[in-house]
C-alpha cells in the first residue's frame, strides 16, 4: 500500500541569479521502480532530486506526490547526499538517532540498529565514531541509516562515485536489496553500468532540460536523443 | 623590592598552610563563578544556537548586539544589576544586594554575551555541516539545537571556559552588587584589589598566585579537552 507515491512532476522549474537551473521538468515515478537520473556534470540532477525529497522548493512548477501520506511526504523518504552527512557519532548512533527522529520507540531501536549495521556489513564498526570512517564506510553507513527507515522512497545522489569497485559492488548489492524490499529508488549516477544493472528507467537531464526519458533497455540499446547519444558515446570511451 | 620579595614568601607560605582566610575566598569565588557560567550556559547555548540556525527577520540585528554585548563594561553591568537588585528597584523584594546571589547574577549577566557569540560560531559551523541532513530527516526546531549543541560540545565547552574565565577576572561589577564584606561576598579579585589598596601584599599576592593558577588550569583543561575530542576523531591504529 502506497504513502505517498505516485508522484507527479509537473513543469519543475529552479532559477536562481536569473539562470534557469532546472527548466520545466516533468516526469512521473509509480511505485516500485528505480530510476536514474543521467547526464553530464552540472546537468542538475542534484538539484532534481533536492526538489523531489522537498530541500529546496522550486521556482515554478510542482513535485505531486498524490499518495494519501502526501502532506507529510518527506516523512516517507530518505536520502543519501553526494557526500553523505554522518553525525559526529558512533556508527550505531547515527541509525539509532535517525530511526528516534522517525518517532521508532526506543525499545525497537536497538534491535533495528542492530540489523542494519549487520546487513550493510558494519556490525564491526558500529562503536566507531563516523568521523573517522573510510569514505566506502561512510556511503554504507549512510546508506545504512536510510534504509533503517523503511523509507516507501529513496533519493541517492551517486553512491559510489567516489569508491572503489569493491566498496562499490558492496553499495550495489545494498541499494539491490533495498529496492528488492519494495522501496522505489531514484538516483543520480555517471556509471552507465550502474543504471544499466540497477535501473529500470532512465531519466535523462542536460543544462536544466529533461533531454530524454526512457525504459533503460531502451536507453542503453538506441537512445533517441542526439544528446544521450553524444553522451552515452563520450562516457564509453 | 625586598617588601615585594618578603610578600611573596608570605604569600606562599599562605597558600601552604592553607590560611582560613585565603581558602574561604577561593572557594566563593569559585562558587560564584561556576554557578554564573552554568547559569549562563543555560541560556547562552540554546541562544547561540538559535541564532545560527533560525532565519527571522531583525536576526542580524540581535547578532550585532549579542556581538556588542560581549565587550560590555563590568562595571555598566554592575551598575544595570544593581539597579533591579536595588531596595527599590524591580528585584529589590528578593533581599539579594550585597550576598552573593547577586554576584552570581551580575557575573551572569556579564558573560551570556560572550557564551551565546562564541557559541554561534561553532554552531553555525556544525549547521552548515548537518543542515540537508536534518532537513532530510525531518529533525523539529527543539531537537535540531539540542543536536548541534550536543555534537558541538567540545566546541561550545571552549565558550564555556572563557566565560569562566572572563567572570572569575572581573573586579567592577562584583564590587558593586557584592559590597566585597568579609566573610560574606569577598572574592579573589575585589580582595586583591582591597589588600593592595591597604599595603597588605601577601594576602594580595597570594590570592593574585592562586587565581593566576586558576585560570591556568582552566585553560589548560579546555586544551586537553580539545586533544582529546581530536584524538577521538583520529584515525585509530591498527
Ligand atoms: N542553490 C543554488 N544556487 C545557485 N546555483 C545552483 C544551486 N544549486 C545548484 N546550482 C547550480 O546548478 C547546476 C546544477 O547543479 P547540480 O548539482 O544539480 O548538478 P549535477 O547534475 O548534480 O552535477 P554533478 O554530476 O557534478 O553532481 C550547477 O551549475 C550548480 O552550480
Ligand atoms: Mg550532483
Redesign the interface.
Known sequence: MSAILPLSVRGLTFRADGRALLDDVSFDVEPGGCVAIMGPNGAGKSLTLRLLHGLAAPSAGAVLWQGPRAAEARMHQAMVFQRPILLRRSAAANIDYALSVRGVAKAKRAERVAEALEQAGLAELRDRNARVLSGGERQLLALARASALNPEVLFLDEPTASLAPAAAKRVEQAIVAIHAAGTTIVMATHDLGQARRLADEILFLQDGRLVERAAASAFFAAPKSREAHAYLKGELL | MREIAEGFAAALKMIARLDADLVQIVLLSVRVSLSAVILASLVALPLGAALAVFRFPGRRAVVVLVNALMGLPPVVVGLVVYLFLSRSGPLGFLGWLFTPAAMIAAQTVLVIPLIAAVARQSIAELWT??E??L?????GPL?TLA?LIW?GRFALLTAVLAGFGRAAAEVGAVIMVGGNIAHVTRVMTTSIALETAKGELALAMGLGILLMAISLAVNIAAYAINEAARG?????KA
Not at chain 2, 532537513?135 to 529533525?139: Q, Y
Not at chain 2, 577521538?232 to 585509530?236: D, F, G, Q, S, V
Open positions: 555541516e548537518y540537508d541532513e532537513r532530510s530527516l525531518g529533525v531537537r543536536t555534537d577521538r576523531a583520529a584515525p585509530e
